[in-house]
Structure formats: structure tokens, C-alpha cells
């Protein structure tokens, strides 16, 4: 009996509570409705910048490596130092989210994440949208990360205190590059040596991105690079011979407005 009377209580006792809970959100809803609207108000894109130190963001980034591989490092290493100074919406942003873009997301070897980590940076800070200035600079960025003998990144406190050989990727796929890297450095995937490139190339793309941001705080940036898709009738990346060898297949043009 005392039993059952203590398992009343109990049961009432949750009852009332689960009413208090919801009169309360009914009696809230009006002021909730304000909050969420100052909300939206403060995490509308695009989001607050102030000039980085790109030494800083490398070093971040490189040591960020090590627990959010490449593309969350990049983004971490960027946002960390805005939440510091701005709080909100950066305060917010689930960076351990974007762990998925290792190895050209998730192990499939295409767009190296670093490059997806910027581009998600530049966009959310410097506007996003076809050619919009955020697009503009993470086309810079992969043009760079393409074209760039790297990691040229010397940490602090490297995990490998060796010299680590440099490579060309002339892709913006993961999977190219780190198999040249792997083929120059006489380096397996699963060696910390390759791991520790891809932590310095982390921390290059994380500078490299934060001095284009940099310059377009200044309003400095200008870019007359063509994003591939709008020279070429076709997403692509440049070396088409690459893949294709002598012979690049014709590009379908039907229905484009300028032939
Ligand atoms: C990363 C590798 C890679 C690169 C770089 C690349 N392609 Fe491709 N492309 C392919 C593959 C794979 C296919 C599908 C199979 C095929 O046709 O070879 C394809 C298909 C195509 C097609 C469709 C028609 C067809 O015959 O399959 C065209 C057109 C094309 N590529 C043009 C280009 C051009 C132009 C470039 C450079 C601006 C380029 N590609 C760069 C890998 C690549």
C-alpha cells in the first residue's frame, strides 16, 4: 500500500510537472517568438570579420589536424579566433561537424577538404552565391592549393621532426594529391609522415585563405581568375589531360546562352 501511494505521488508529481512545463512555453511563446527573431537577425550571412594573424591560423590549424582532419581544422582554425572576438553567431557553430571532410570526404579521395573548409570560411564571411566574393576567393584558394608546391607549413612543435618532401598536386582532388605526395615521400597513407603533410598543407590553406580575407577586409582583394565551369561548358577542374590523356572528349554546348 505505502508502495502503490508513493508511486501516486510519484506519477503525480510528473504529471504536474510535464503541465507546469507546458504552461510555461505557452505563457513564453510570445517572448521566444522575439528571441528567435533576433536570432535569425544575428546569425544572418554574412557573418562579422576582423583581420587574422595567418601565423596563428597555421599553427591552429596544423595542431587542429590532429583531432578534426583536414577540412573541420581549416574551419576551426578560422572561426576559433572570430569567437573570441565576436562571440555570436560564431560562439554557435558546431566546427566538430565538418570532421567528415577528411580524405576528400569521408576516404573517397575528392575534393580535399581543406579546400571544402575554406570554401565554407570565405563564403560565410565574404558572401556566398555564383561569383560573389567568398566564391571569388575559394576559387583562389583551390587555384593556389593546385598550383603550389606544399606543405611548405614548418610548425612549431612538429609531430615529425624530419624534412618533409613537397609536391605539386595540379588537383583539387584529395586522392591526386596526396598520391603524388605519397609516390615523392616514398610514404605509406597510414604513416604519420603523410599525416603530419597533410596537417602542414592544413595549415598552409588555413593562412593562405586568411590572407585573401585579410586583403578583402581592406578591400583589397581582387580576383580575375574564371571559375572552370564558365570557361569550359562543363564542371571540371583544368588538367583535363590528366584523366583524359590525348584524347579530352568534345563538350555538349546545346542550350548554352553564349556559344
Ligand atoms: C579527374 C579526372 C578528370 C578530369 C580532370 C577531367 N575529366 Fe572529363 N571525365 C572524366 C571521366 C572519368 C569521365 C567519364 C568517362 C569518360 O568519358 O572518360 C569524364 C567525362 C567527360 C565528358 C563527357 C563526355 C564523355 O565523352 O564522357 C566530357 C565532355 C569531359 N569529360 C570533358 C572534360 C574536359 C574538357 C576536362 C578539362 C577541362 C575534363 N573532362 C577533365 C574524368 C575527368
Redesign the pocket.
Known sequence: MEFDEKKLTRRKLIIGAGTFAAGAALLSAGAQNLISKAEAKETALPWPYEKLDPNEVAEAAYNEWYKLYCGAAVISSIFTPLKKKFGEPYASFPVDSFIWMHGGVAGWGTMCGTEIGATLAANMIAGQGVFKDGEKIANEVIQWYCDTELPTYAPKNPKISAKLPMSKSG?P?CH?SVGKWMKVADKGFWSPERKDRCARLTANIAAHTVKLLNDWKDGKFKSDLKI?AM??N?T?????T???GGK?????TKGNPAK
Open positions: 588537383s582532388l591526386v572552370p570557361t569550359y562543363i571540371a577542374q583544368h588538367d583535363c590528366d584523366c583524359h579530352v572528349p568534345e563538350i555538349n
